[in-house]
């Protein structure tokens, strides 16, 4: 049987079991190995050699970690108040950092409503508590929802205030006595009680209103006796 070098097209017409009994044989044939000792190898051409890629350009160092330090308490505090104004002054709600204010308002809506809400709870809490409803730590006075120190300095501000725009005071205090008025409340503010039938306050506090009056008398007396 003549042989047959690899590539001949009449190969490909062999049965399967014929191909395999030819690569059992050892075939197709190492044609290398078949080639006188020392004769040159067929020449195949050489690949050209690949370009090297150019070199990517180095990043910049990084900067040197600036050294963090924690903010004393004082300068964090003057940073939020810093915060606060410029987004105050740009018409940003101060609270959420994001919506616009209400127009002539600081907060937006939902954070104005949920202030309030939060400052009512903690208004109910601390009255629950029986302490001040101002500060939310010295206990509260027996009258009121203040302690000793907030009611003196809760005093003091509506004096200033008074003293300062007498017919806003005036306005205010009308517009919040009206207010109980409608809503059938004592008069005295802070008071939860209705009003004695035709007054305009409950008993404790009619009875307060004579007791003050009748001490501002006596004060009145002692004073012009003094002169
Ligand atoms: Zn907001
Ligand atoms: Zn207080
Ligand atoms: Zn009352």
């Known amino acids: ?43 195949r051409p050489k690949p050209e050699p690949r370009p090297r890629p150019e070199p990517r350009p180095k990043a910049p160092p990084l900067p040197a970690p600036v050294p963090q330090t924690k903010p004393s308490p004082q300068d964090a505090r003057l940073a939020r108040k810093l915060l606060r104004e410029t987004l105050v002054a740009c018409g ?24 309030a809400e939060y400052g009512r709870e903690l208004h109910e809490a601390r009255r629950r508590a ?61 008071c939860k009680r209705a009003p004695e039938t035709g007054r305009r306050m409950c008993r404790t506090h009619l009875d307060r209103m004579t007791e003050l009056s009748l001490a501002s008398q006596a004060r009145r007396k002692r004073g012009s006796l003094d002169d």
């Open 130 to 190: 029986g302490i001040c409803v101002r500060c939310g730590k010295n206990p509260a006075r027996d009258d009121g929802v203040f302690c000793e120190t907030c009611r003196e300095r809760a005093n003091d501000e509506q004096r200033r205030h008074r003293l300062a725009d007498p017919e806003a005071h005036n306005a205010g205090v009308r517009a919040r006595y009206q207010q109980r008025v409608l809503a059938g409340m004592c008069t005295w503010l802070g």
């Open 92 to 115: 940003v709600c101060p609270v959420c950092e994001t919506n616009p204010a209400r127009p002539n308002r600081t907060r937006c809506a939902g954070c104005s409503r949920r202030v």
């Open 1 to 43: 049987m003549a042989r047959r070098l690899p590539g001949d097209a009449s190969q490909r017409a062999v049965s399967r079991a014929t191909y395999h009994a030819r690569l059992e044989r050892g075939w197709p044939p190492d044609l290398a190995a078949t080639l006188p000792v020392g004769a040159p190898r067929p020449d």
